[in-house]
């Protein structure tokens, strides 16, 4: 893990790494936030010291990288109060040749839909599912103080989807989840549509990359709380918020869903309710 | 004044207007925060109805926009607890073309230096202390619901020396001042002595444009905050910090000069203390 940059905020840190993933076969980006008032190391090491510090995975949307997070959410002081290390990876592989993949903002770079693409040539790099449950997770959670029992995850739009999806897949390494805005049901739109067909070979594939489908199937989620602006200029054609809302009511997931009135897709939305989410996160990982 | 986006952002709006600007024959463009939980009108408005709400001007460094405070100072909560209308222009006069103004970061577009320029082929467009201290002052406290006793001003590091100099030359105008990392001496530093040679005709006029040599030639604000990270780049270069805190103990100017470890230049450091500079606004404002 090579340090890229550092930056202090609200008595913390902002750091920001590169390494070579495995999984994806490309140097990734990604930063963190420690919080403030942690008396051990803030660095990536073999067997730390200390396993204390509950943290969250923050997924991203499309055409974000790994800063847009850090730079507008302002997520620290809430970080701060709770102890939460945050990880904030990248939304796609990056520094490859794939023809097409800057052709649109919502398939290729910047869009990887944190899932392990099956059709080439995506297939060799597109595996975000396992860079963020896989790769990625056993490097904060074997590397930093964290507890491992205590790892949450949260994201937006595409990164709601990504968030709910791999908590849902993978209960034992995300004990918690919340989503901003979330694509919840991304088989039924054009987003979904685009990415499953352009990443996946089988319509079946996509079924396990769909919050709502997941749900049907059985899989479950200890609680959820999911924000949704109802000025979201997405909301009506891409986020399937109804969708949700029922298969919750259905399959009786405990499901906290509120519409924010006037907010929209923007990390003003995010930045205004991002210490609920922390809360929220803080009482599931301590319950 | 047009309105081209508006954003929810903790109850209250950012939004961003473009105007033609008679001070500097140019289109410019700046956003506005409006707290939560005033009741009347949040637009501009001939003869607005109220003048209870107290103002402050941001004023941002080289190579920003209007954006960047918007996007990464985290201003909405302190607004909202104090009430303040927030507005933060651009840096320099845009949409333009001048020669050269697009070469170096530190002169031309996004380095206005908050003077008004007196060389030619500056001097047509950059008049960027008339803009801010009488032209878009006047649209402020004449048609939005500002009380014109008021109002303040603060910035960061170029936006820092303008908010310095134009608070000590408009004592009338901007009744408190505080900045981030400004550059305090600019006379002495290369910053500076590049932009007032640009802009200038004589050396003579730069001395109204420099905080250190305002207060040396009798100049006064009633109290004064700066926040300055002792990790700042360029510190030892460009901000003479030092001169300031001398000129200020000399001229028994209450200054408020904090050292903070570990800060660097960026807008990590602002959102870390910009709740503290509101918290001085609103205690110089009231007393």
Redesign the interface.
């Known amino acids: 893990m090579n340090i890229i940059a550092s930056?202090?905020?609200?008595?913390g840190y902002?750091k920001r790494y590169q390494h070579f993933s495995n999984s994806c076969q490309c140097e990734m980006t990604f930063s963190i936030y420690f919080p403030s008032g942690y008396q051990g190391s803030y660095e990536f090491q073999q067997a730390p010291q200390s396993s204390s510090l509950p943290a969250l995975f923050w997924l991203s949307g499309l055409t974000c990288n790994d800063q847009n997070f850090v730079?507008?959410a302002?997520v620290?002081q809430a970080a701060n109060q709770f102890g939460f290390i945050i990880i904030a990876p990248d939304t796609s592989p990056r520094g490859i040749e794939i023809e097409g993949q800057d052709d649109t903002y919502d398939f290729g770079s910047g869009a990887g839909f944190y899932l392990n693409a099956t059709r080439e040539p995506w297939a060799k790099h597109y595996q975000m599912e396992t860079y963020i449950s896989q790769e990625l997770y056993a490097a904060v959670v074997e590397q930093l103080p964290v507890d491992h029992a205590r790892v949450g995850i949260f994201g937006h739009s595409m990164g709601g989807h990504g968030a709910l999806t791999l908590a849902l897949n993978y209960p034992e390494q995300f004990r918690s989840v919340s989503a901003f805005a979330p694509i919840c049901h991304p088989v039924t739109c054009d987003w979904g549509k685009k990415a499953f067909s352009g990443y996946l070979q089988t319509a079946a594939e996509a079924l396990r990359y769909d919050a709502c489908e997941l749900i049907k199937q059985g899989k479950r989620v200890t609680a959820l709380m999911v924000d949704q602006?109802d000025?979201d200029e997405f909301l009506a054609e891409q986020l399937g918020t109804e969708a949700l809302i029922d298969v919750c009511q259905q399959h009786k997931i405990a499901a906290q869903i509120t519409m924010r009135p006037?907010?929209?897709h923007?990390?003003?939305?995010i930045?205004?309710f991002v210490a609920q989410h922390l809360a929220f996160h803080a009482e599931q990982l301590t319950s």
């Open positions: 930056n202090k905020c609200h008595g902002w730079q507008k302002h620290e602006g000025a006037g907010y929209d923007s990390y003003f939305f930045a205004s």
